[in-house]
């Protein structure tokens, strides 16, 4: 919760991040069945990575491999994720765009679901790389 909010503000603005993030919560208990908690759970599940790719240099050649990546971070980027994809959806306020696209990654579906989608499509395209990961 903290971890999110702290990701919707802007220029230090903590109370209009605040009150951003509750009125979208509760938006998603006002048309969800499943208890809120449950819903945002599922969204982080379904949108927080397992690997990450970074740019090696080995001989001379840059490589893109394939790294684990730990529970920490992949909440942050999951959270990153969903604040960064609410704030490129079409409508009005924030708190509509938020609300949407954390139902949306709880179905599965949305554009944060996609940018994990396309970075584990990554990994295991360079996954014969992954013998670089100790160099």
Excluded: Y
């Excluded at 394939?66 to 306020?93: D, E, M, Y």
């Excluded at 938020?98 to 990994?123: M, P, W």
Aim: aromatic share 4%.
């Amino acid at each position: 919760m903290e971890k999110l909010i702290a990701r919707v503000m802007v220029d230090g603005k903590r109370s209009k991040a605040e009150k951003i993030v509750l009125a979208s919560l509760q938006r998603i208990s006002s048309t969800s069945k499943i208890p809120v908690r449950k819903v945002v759970i599922k969204a982080l599940i379904n949108v927080c990575p397992i690997v990450e790719v970074k740019s090696l240099r080995v001989g001379g050649g840059a490589f893109q491999v394939p790294f684990p990546i730990g529970k920490t971070k992949q909440l942050s980027l999951g959270i990153c994720w969903l604040v960064k994809n609410a704030r490129k959806r079409p409508g009005h306020s924030m708190v509509d765009r938020l609300s949407r696209e954390i139902i949306d990654a709880s179905n599965g579906q949305g554009a944060s679901v996609r940018t994990r989608e396309l970075q584990h499509k990554l990994a295991e395209a360079n996954r014969a790389f992954a013998h670089f990961r100790w160099h």
